[in-house]
């Protein structure tokens, strides 16, 4: 299992996070402030660190410099609202290895984890399976019964939510804040609409819908 100590003051994306990397497969330890954050960022217990910067007690900067002063060296994503190139180049120097903006989805956070993984040698698994659907989180391509096909960014993470709860109905609202971010506000149809399109590739019966509640992926 990866372990990912998330230190994030404000519940609504504290929770969006958390639901989003357990539902990914992670296991995660979730901390609201900057002294927590750099107490609990050691090698030995967790594989990466995602770390707001505007954190009560000890902000994100300090808690960084703590960590790597100490020679922790697990990769750490910062993540912040703070846009400016000043504040970017601050915590890129303090020893960040990435960092992403507020708002972010899901998506792109998963993919920056991933990437921190993979050069950090923390192995994960790389394929997901059920029913005749393979989807290889490498290549981002998925099989189904035998045939290669090519998915967009949003139909992979929808699918690779489906794949993660094979047999179980998502709901709309799930699949909608898993990969389109807590912040987006269009309409929950959207998550009808990338169903379709999976279903166009993989076959009709691979994602069935349950009146009422959602989507289910044939088990
Ligand atoms: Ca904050």
Redesign the pocket.
């Known amino acids: 299992m990866t372990r990912i100590l998330i230190a ?3 519940a609504r994306i504290a929770n969006f996070v958390e639901k989003g990397l357990r539902s990914s497969g992670f296991t995660t330890t979730t901390v609201a402030d900057g002294i927590s954050a750099a107490s609990l960022a050691r090698d030995t217990d967790h594989d990466l660190l995602l770390l ?1 910067l ?2 009560p007690g000890q902000d994100g900067l300090a808690a960084l410099a703590e960590i790597r002063r100490r020679g922790e060296r697990l990769p750490i994503i910062v993540l912040t609202a703070r846009d400016s190139v000043q504040d970017r180049v601050t915590g890129l120097n303090g020893g960040a290895n990435d960092y992403l903006t507020k708002p972010f989805s899901f998506e792109e956070l998963l993919a920056r984890i991933r990437v921190q993984l993979r050069d950090s040698g923390t192995t994960q698994e790389t394929v997901l399976a059920a029913g005749e659907v393979t989807l290889d989180m490498l290549t981002r391509r998925a099989v189904v019964a035998g045939q290669q096909v090519e998915l967009t960014a949003r139909e992979y993470a929808v699918l690779e939510m489906f794949l993660r709860h094979p047999g179980q109905v998502l709901a709309r609202e799930q699949l909608l804040s898993h990969v389109w971010g807590y912040d987006f506000d269009g309409g929950s149809n959207v998550v009808d609409v990338y169903v379709r399109y999976l279903r166009k590739k993989l076959g009709d019966h691979v994602i069935e819908t349950v009146r009422g509640m959602g989507y289910r992926l044939e088990a």
Request: hydrophobic fraction near 15%.
């Open positions: 994030e003051d404000e707001d505007g954190l």
